[in-house]
């Protein structure tokens, strides 16, 4: 029988299946293909990888057999002034280092490096692939060739063979050179190098050296005395991370820190016991140890290092030995007579004991920045601790930052403005001002004599008055910012700061009130160029930033003017010839236990500025206690502002203060007089009456009252008409009274008039008007060279954080905590039946 054709979906399904197997064999030979790639590809892999192994080698072994006997030259940097004129010459390497074999190196000193800088150094062949591996994964997430993670071989391969730039080029070059030296040198020998060649900081290379400038100590030598301790191991073995961030002079708290690090580091690994490494936490550097030098102008070329490395980032080794030509903005002259003053021991005030009395200055040109002239201490070529640039508690001489400056940014507040100094307790009476001036209280005061006496109580009632938030705000401005928590009261109208201010942040901040309200960057660098002359970084003048407007600096320019004329507390900063503006400040002691009269402050100061420069001087021991008190005011401050001032100003030619256009002088003064009180039975009032002179239109009255059992005046009614009848009376009182006038366009209150008082007798009537003396200019008593109190001997201190705790005795000011927190908008006022009336702020 024949047979059928297949069906169509039979015949399709047979024809589909056929082509499918026919699929089969073509994919089978793709996937041997991709193996067969991948297994060259691999192989090619493996092959670059011992090729560039061997290169690696070949190129390791090449640069060490070519440099084995010799090193890089280190060619020293040059510091100039703006002229081009060489200032100093920077340490050359091989001058500060002193070779020592590893077997004289003591053992924990080799194992304290090893524990921090590499603790596989025993383990790996010259480089560990798991750091380069973790420094490259930080090298890409910071887009930037950042990481370092060198072993120890590494770094003697870079400080002997090779430059410190931290590129993928030089990482290499700088492995080849470590996997050559780990086949030719012994780890010992290895470490020996590293030890002998490790940069210190403050020019000092390897660990002889290190240990002789920073604590006179010889590791070589068998005396007991000469050995060094665990702390001070651990402060050496902390620095070569940063040396110019971790040596115990130029950064004692982070040296401490870094070292408490190497201690854990240290314990961790079995070098020492947790009793040993706690114990060597809580030593203090003591860097009277340090031997001087004998270099110029220290002070401000360690500022320039320091500088030059923040605007380059490169290493202070490599600033040092690199070459390269610095140029400052050095003033020479002025640098040096700071210099001769500051060697002049008939400047200072005698000291009890060897410690003797510190001291630091800046001088700023307010115009652009620059830097002149800085010295740091007294004795800074001996310890390198440079006070200029550490902050202090700056007393009095904050008042035109916190509280006068601000106020007058406001529009409603001038100098002659009347502010109130009256005996008042802020926040509930745990806030209690007081003045050292021999007449207190004065009442009703102008701006220009409360600052040029400075007087307490003005600055702190100013300051409540406009807002704490306005001086916060106002200083930031001004380069000082101050912890919006703890600073958020009223002693930073005093000063009384919780990290306090520097040197240069004070001369900054007066800078752009006589720079008319523009502030400046300090900067003491131009330019730098490298040794082929290529310009490395050069200073771009910002923008003009300006911080307050032109009226406020020029009025503050005309307070700070009253304080070095006669009756000021800074008088003794005057320059014969020259117009010189400023304020001084103290601040008290802070000792627990010892009273605040014990005849000592903690700080005194002078800040101040003429149109051309601008400076601040700070005086005080480094650690306060009872027996090292400044004992003098704050009068041998501006003392020195004058000394120094007068020199670096010689013939320079002499500039005017910037004046705005339209500047509103003060108006005729009007003046209330003729004050008449009298008691009239038929009213049962006192009837007062009084004269105006110079009143315009709009302008009101305000009579003042106090009781003869009141501590104070305050203000009983203000009218618009010169004469006011009092109902408010009782029998057995004795009544005084005052009146001034005010302008309500201009929000100023005029002087007070004469007191006049009125007794009210039980059955009878008694008026007996009675002028008494004016509590206006003129009664803060004798002064040394017609000054204020800070003038008149100096036993008395400005109390810049007088506050009353629990207890009743008054915490003094300097360092100790700040009264507890206000709000930033005003007052609220509320009587007290205590001595003082009691502001509380909610």
């Known amino acids: 029988m024949q047979e059928r054709p297949a069906t169509g979906r039979a015949a399709a399904g047979n024809r589909g299946g056929g082509q499918g197997g026919k699929k089969q064999a073509p994919r089978k030979r793709s996937k041997k293909r991709g193996l067969l790639w991948l297994f060259f590809v691999v192989l090619l892999g493996i092959v670059c990888a011992i090729v560039g192994y061997l290169l690696i080698i070949l190129n390791g072994e090449r640069i060490l057999s070519e440099n084995l006997n010799k090193l890089n030259l280190d060619q020293a940097s040059l510091v100039v ?44 062949g010259g480089v560990d692939l798991f750091g380069i591996g973790r420094a490259l994964v930080k090298d890409i997430i910071h887009r930037s060739a ?5 072993t120890i071989t590494q770094q003697v391969a870079r400080n002997i063979f090779l430059n410190a730039d931290k590129t993928l080029f030089r990482k290499g070059t700088e492995a080849s050179i470590a996997l050559a030296l780990e086949r030719h040198k012994s780890k010992d020998e290895i470490l ?18 290190a240990a002789k400038y920073y604590f006179n100590k010889d590791i070589t030598s068998k005396d007991p ?9 651990a402060t050496l073995a902390a620095m070569p991370k940063a040396p110019s961030t971790y040596n115990p002079i130029s950064n004692p708290d982070k040296s401490k820190e870094r070292r408490a690090v190497v201690l854990s580091l240290m314990q961790e690994q079995g070098l020492i016991t ?37 605007v380059t980032d490169l290493s202070e080794e490599e600033l040092l030995t690199g070459g390269y030509t610095i140029k400052t903005t050095i003033d020479t002259k002025a640098q040096q007579a700071m210099e001769n003053v500051y060697k002049n021991d008939n400047m200072f005030e005698k000291s009890k004991d060897e410690v003797q009395i510190q001291s630091a200055m800046v001088i700023m040109d307010q115009h652009d920045g620059s830097l002149v002239a800085m010295i740091g201490g007294r004795d800074y070529e001996k310890n390198g601790w440079n006070r200029a640039t550490k902050p202090r508690q700056p007393g009095s001489s904050f008042k035109p930052i916190a509280t006068y400056g601000p106020a007058i940014e406001t529009g409603n507040y001038f100098p002659w403005s009347i502010l109130r100094d009256d005996k008042v307790c802020y926040n509930n009476g745990k806030y209690c001002p007081t003045d050292s001036n021999k007449v207190k209280y004065l009442g009703p005061v102008t701006m220009t004599q409360a600052i040029q006496e400075s007087r307490n109580q003005p600055a702190v009632w100013l300051l409540n008055e406009i807002g704490v938030k306005k001086g916060l705000d106002f200083a930031e ?23 306090g201010a520097s040197p240069l942040q004070m001369a900054r901040a007066y800078g752009a009130f006589a720079n008319g309200g523009i502030l400046e960057d300090p900067h003491s660098i131009l330019s730098i160029t490298n040794k082929h002359g290529d310009t490395v970084y050069e200073f771009k003048q910002p923008k003009p930033q300006r911080v307050m407007k032109p009226e406020t600096a020029y009025y503050v320019t005309q307070l700070l003017q009253s304080v070095t004329q006669p009756g000021g507390t800074g008088t003794r900063a005057r320059i ?17 236990g010892l009273p605040v009269n014990a005849g000592g402050n903690r700080d005194v100061w002078f800040v101040g500025y003429t149109p051309e420069l601008t400076a601040a001087v700070w005086v005080g021991y480094d650690n306060t206690d009872k027996n090292h008190l400044v004992r003098q005011s704050s009068g041998q401050a501006a003392a020195l502002f004058s000394a120094v001032m007068s020199k670096a100003l010689e013939g320079k030619p002499k500039k005017s203060f910037p004046k705005p256009e339209g500047i509103v002088e003060q108006a005729p003064e009007v003046s209330v007089s003729g004050l008449t009180a009298a008691y009239s039975e038929q009213t049962v009032s006192v009837e007062l009456k009084w004269t105006a002179q110079n009143a315009k239109a709009g302008t009101s009255y305000r009579v003042y009252r106090k009781a003869e059992t009141e501590s104070a005046f305050t203000m009983l009614v203000e009218t618009p008409a010169p004469d006011y009848e009092d109902y408010a009376i009782f029998p057995d009182q004795t009544y005084t009274y005052y009146v001034t006038a005010y302008d309500p366009e201009t929000k100023q209150e005029s002087k007070p008039s004469e007191q006049v008082s009125v007794t009210i007798a039980s059955g009878a009537v008694s008026p007996s008007p009675s002028p008494t003396e004016s509590p206006v200019p003129g009664d803060a008593g004798g002064t040394d060279e017609g000054g204020g109190a800070e003038e008149g001997g100096g036993e008395n201190p400005e109390l810049p954080i007088p506050s009353t705790p629990p207890g009743g005795e008054q915490t003094p000011g300097g360092e100790s905590p700040p009264p507890p927190s206000q709000p930033a908008d005003g007052p609220s006022a509320s009587p007290s039946p205590s001595e003082a009336p009691v502001i509380s702020l909610p």
């Open 192 to 209: 020996e190098l590293y030890l002998n060649r490790i940069y210190f900081g403050k020019g000092q290379y390897g660990i002889k050296t």
């Open 477 to 499: 401005k001004l380069g000082i910012e101050l912890d919006s928590e703890q600073d958020r009261n009223l002693a930073i109208a005093l000063g009384g700061l919780t990290h």
């Open 81 to 124: 002034d703006k002229n081009g004129k060489e200032v100093a010459k920077l340490s050359v390497a091989e001058g500060n280092r002193e070779y020592v074999p590893i077997n004289q190196i003591p053992k924990l000193v080799q194992q304290a490096f090893v524990a921090t800088e590499d603790k596989r150094f025993y383990e790996h």
């Open 576 to 592: 014969s010839g020259r117009t010189v503006v400023g304020k001084t400040g103290t601040t008290q002691h802070g000792i627990p």
């Open 274 to 310: 947790a009793e040993q490494a706690e114990a060597a936490k809580k030593v203090d550097y003591n860097p009277n140890v340090v031997p001087k030098s004998n270099k110029q102008y220290q002070s401000f070329i360690d500022y320039v290092v320091d500088e030059a490395q923040a």
């Open 146 to 150: 950042k990481e370092g993670a060198s």
């Open 225 to 233: 005395k000469q050995q060094l301790q665990i702390w001070e191991i």
